[in-house]
């Protein structure tokens, strides 16, 4: 009795884990989407440089440096160019805020 309580709720664990991954993909329809290019330009205002824009799950996927050196890996929503998820390496200094838009730094 107590496995199969266990395995139904590891199953619900599991369903309910895999409906948070899918809520990550980027769902714009194909004819709204930006350019790479443009959103490369973006990117270089902010002083960063990239390395490799890709898709992946219907997102744009960035991989580059930013102004002070740290790697950087960012996903952006395809039509709207805005940050879905941003991961940093602060390896040579820097704090979270350098990385927010000037809007939530009150600015």
Known sequence: MQSRILAAAFMVGVLVSGAAWA?????????????????????????WTVQRIKVDDGCYEVRGTDRLGNKFKARYAPDSLRIRELEIDFTRGGEASDYLDHAWKGK
């Open 23 to 47: 809520d990550d993909d980027c769902v714009a329809p194909a004819g709204k989407w930006q350019s790479r290019e443009v959103l490369r330009q973006q990117i270089q205002r902010r002083g």
